[in-house]
């Protein structure tokens, strides 16, 4: 046949053009392939996506994911002891007495100010919370600060508590004045006059402040600038150990800086205020030489932003861009891209935000595969802490959860497991002794992003990936023989598609063959469909395929191929404009091959492994593009909306993160129980379209859902609206073989009409059974705290729910109940799938009979 010139269109536009599935398995590319092995051709593909010039691929080759952290923590570890050493900060602790006279004088101004409500009110000698917070007109977003204030004095026995009311406690009568403590506090330890001046300074200012007769923030920032907690800074000895962790955070970007390749170093600082954090990075930075970065600095108060930008200039760092940022929100909005950044420095910010869950989503989705998170957090609140920063409505924001009760501060060993259920890799934080972390007020906590290289459905939202696997891709083409050149155009755009197929024949000769799969899928029921919606799915394959035919004509052409797909003939759920634009194709293959002396063939493929519009379909192929959302649910990572009607929920089970899989064992091999898929099920809906109650039904269960011990398995939950009810599909991934249908069935919303409760009189029903027998106490398994029921091995929220069994004609009872140290469990999984397999397999006989 000999050296053929083939025009090769790879066209994916709108979502599909950042696709994993598309971009490196796509259908194109694999045809390319295999008509350089076999015909050494000539091949021109023809891209809407802009692609890299041919003399920067091999720079972009080269360019290496960060190193695995590991290594480093050791140095890290000898760059804190060296800094340790040249600093010698002494911390509070180690000045006598200094504490308990500070935690003195906070006692005192507190007690000034909530004794006034006692005061105040006839009831003096007892309030209850809602009583003082009246008395003294607080602010709600600032009730946290009196409730904490409430609390310190009850540990101090000034103020004491007993069924639901505040009493004058013991020792109030013994209270100081706070003028006294203060004078004292100044003339033993002169070195901390600015923290006493700064506390003195907040408290006198409670009663206004709480009250929004002045805003409380102007009581630390007088007329919005930083000036005068920047004076009490210099009239306090340095006591903490901030600026030893600063310095190791800017020791290990620039060790990160000087090791990148191929590209600038891209990092991102979040709340950095007044630019404590920013300017030891940015000197460590600056002294590299022939080191380029990327650092933007950002907050979310534009003040903050303003000064950074000219301290910045003043500090001589030219490569540093600012910029307004609130990382409670999702970075979209703010105009970031995801998976962008190398490096995300934080001081003292995140613990700052309502719910430091998303927040950590948020900055997590900004990292690139191996990224990594810096944090420099505050770990241990002494009672002047909460007291000062306290009139900052913020610091109460955060939500009363588990994580934290009275000051928003995590300790350090809250931020490790934190980060590791977040689903970092790496996590390792400083100090590392257990005995310099209860000494220390400060921590450094690194978290490192997975770099998750050989995973699908991951690498799809890597767009730098993407574009390293279509290089190579390509240069496998020209090794295999064919010569390859890339172009960009729209194939709807008739002026730029005769430009491009002009560049073609003057680059190559006349064009001998087309191949076009350009193509477009875009989701929606027919009834949701718009003239807008469908010409972006007609465009390739209709008016594209008509431009292309007609501009490439020529008497050497021997082929013209489009790729179409079986949804032309057997239809495809939601996607009628697609198959309909496929069916034209087919039906212009035919009357072509009679009006042309050109072969014009429509090739209806099906699945392809690897590559096509269908496997991306059955892969949510709208993540890449789509919003991706934090679900707060410890089972879910995020969620996508994938078009009208659609949305796909993310899920990485693995058995250190989630004790469903960890305490539910088919032999030593940890499955999901199928009251499992029920609560994912069930959770997905509820956190989708809000509802008191939900009622599944039709529930399958196809295949059975093994977690690897050492690694997490990729789950997606799909639902998808109907008419009267929501369809929900749970998927796992086998990476050799891939995805696997494990359960559907369908979700409805109950009405409160429909909702009837259905009271049982339980003493009668026990007493009408006749045989009573003890719970099975099981096995113990190999693994620690398991016990094995025949095949199946459970933990403790299983086996320790078990009650005895009551047994009569066709009937059995058994109460479930889940101990106090798992009920926390009940705040997420209000379908608790331990509970819940337990009621539903509890009387299991030989036998079959019905259930109550």
């Known amino acids: 046949m000999g050296q053929r010139f083939i025009l090769l269109f790879h066209h994916y536009q709108q979502l599909l053009k950042h696709f994993y599935r598309a971009a490196l398995g796509g259908v194109g590319l694999t045809l390319a392939t295999f008509l350089a092995k076999y015909y050494a051709g000539k091949i021109a593909l023809l891209t809407r996506s802009s692609f890299p010039d041919r003399d920067s691929w091999e720079g972009i080759l080269k360019q290496k994911r960060l190193p695995d952290l590991s290594s480093s923590i050791e140095e890290l570890r000898k760059v804190e002891a060296k800094l340790s050493d040249q600093l010698a900060i002494a911390a509070i602790s180690d000045y006598p007495g200094l504490t308990e006279k500070l935690t003195d004088l906070c006692c005192a101004h507190g007690f000034n100010y909530v004794k006034t409500a006692f005061v105040q009110t006839d009831s003096s000698q007892s309030l209850s919370y809602k009583a003082i917070l009246e008395s003294l007109r607080v602010l709600p977003e600032l009730e946290g600060c009196v409730l904490y204030i409430l609390d310190l004095l009850m540990a101090a026995e000034i ?48 009663s206004a402040a709480l009250t929004g007769k002045i805003p409380a923030i102007s009581v630390l920032y007088p007329e919005g600038r930083s000036d005068f907690l920047a004076k009490t800074m210099e009239n306090t000895i340095e006591h903490s150990r901030e600026p030893i962790y600063r310095q190791v955070a800017a020791e290990l970007v620039a060790k990160l800086a000087s090791q990148q390749q191929g590209r600038p170093l891209r990092i991102l600082e979040v709340g950095a205020g007044n630019g404590l954090l920013t300017e030891v990075v940015a000197s460590a930075l600056k002294q590299l030489e022939g080191v380029e970065c990327e650092y933007w600095a950002t907050d979310i108060s534009p003040t903050f932003v303003e000064q950074l930008k000219q301290r910045s200039q003043e500090w001589g760092f030219d490569f540093i861009e600012t910029k307004v940022f609130d990382i409670s929100d999702n970075p979209l909005d703010w105009g970031f891209k995801l998976g962008h950044f190398d490096i995300i420095l934080a001081l003292n910010v995140v613990h700052a935000t309502p719910q430091i869950e998303s927040t950590l989503f948020n900055l997590q989705s900004l990292l690139v595969p191996s990224g990594t998170l810096v944090l420099v957090e505050a770990t241990h609140t002494p009672p002047w802490v909460d007291m000062v920063w306290g009139l900052s409505k913020g610091w109460w924001q955060f939500e009363y959860r588990h994580l934290r009760q009275r000051s928003p501060l995590l300790s350090q060993s809250t931020w490790e497991t934190l980060l590791r259920e ?65 172009l960009t155009a729209d194939i709807g755009d008739r002026d730029a598609l005769q430009t491009q197929i002009a560049t073609v024949e003057t680059h190559f000769g006349a064009i001998n063959g087309v191949i076009n799969c350009a193509m477009v899928l875009d989701d929606g029921l027919m009834q949701l469909e718009t003239p807008e919606k469908t010409h972006r799915v007609f465009q390739p394959k209709v008016w594209g395929t008509q431009f292309l035919f007609e501009l490439t004509d020529n008497p050497q052409r021997d082929f013209f191929v489009m790729s179409s797909s079986l949804a032309s003939t057997i239809g495809l759920y939601a996607q009628a404009d697609y198959c309909a634009a496929n069916a034209f194709q087919d039906v212009f293959a035919h009357r072509m ?113 093994l977690v690897p011990e050492s690694t997490h398995k990729e789950v997606r939950i799909v639902l998808e609206e109907r008419e009267t009810a929501c369809d929900f599909t749970i998927f796992s991934l086998e990476p050799e073989t891939g995805w696997y249908e494990n359960a559907r069935g369908n979700l409805v919303t109950l009405l409160p009409e429909d909702n009837k409760t259905i009271a049982y009189n339980l003493e009668a029903l026990k007493r009408s059974l006749t045989q009573e027998r003890p719970r099975e106490m099981g096995v113990a398994a190999s693994i620690k705290e398991l016990k094995c029921f025949g095949d199946v091995c459970v933990g403790p929220r299983w086996y320790k729910s078990m009650s005895n069994i009551f047994v009569g004609q066709n009937q059995a009872l058994t109460e479930v109940i889940l101990p106090d140290e798992y009920k926390k469990d009940l705040e997420h999984y209000h379908l608790h799938p331990a509970m819940l397999d337990v009621a539903t397999s509890f009387a299991s006989t030989p036998e079959a009979f019905y259930l109550l």
């Open 159 to 206: 103020i004491s508590y007993k069924d639901g009311l505040y009493y004058l406690g013991a020792k109030a009568d013994r209270v100081k004045e706070p003028e006294e403590l203060s004078a004292n506090l100044r003339r033993h330890y002169p070195d901390f006059r600015g923290l006493v001046e700064l506390l003195d300074h907040c408290a006198i200012h409670y």
């Open 422 to 486: 977040q689903g970092f890799a790496l996590v390792e934080s400083l100090p590392q002794d257990s005995k310099n972390q209860a000494a220390t007020d400060t921590a450094l906590i690194i978290a490192q992003f997975p770099a998750r290289a050989g995973e699908a459905w991951d690498r799809e939202a890597d767009p730098e990936e993407i574009t390293r696997h279509r290089i190579r891709r390509l240069l496998e083409i020209e090794q295999l023989g064919g010569q390859v050149q890339v």
């Open 593 to 705: 091959n009679s009006q042309s002396d050109t072969f014009v063939c429509s090739i209806n493929w099906g699945i392809w492994s690897e590559a096509g519009a269908a496997m991306r379909l059955l892969m949510d192929s709208s993540i890449a593009a789509a919003r991706q959302t934090w679900v707060n649910h410890p089972l879910f990572e995020y969620c996508v909306d994938a078009g009208p009607g659609r949305r796909v929920y993310h899920a990485r089970l693995s058995t250190q993160r989630h004790w469903i899989v960890a305490e539910h064992r088919l032999g030593d091999r940890p499955l999901v129980p199928g009251t499992g898929f029920l609560e994912l099920a069930r959770a997905a809906y509820q956190d989708w379209q809000p509802c008191t109650s939900v009622e599944l039904r039709g529930v399958y269960f196809l295949e059975p859902l």
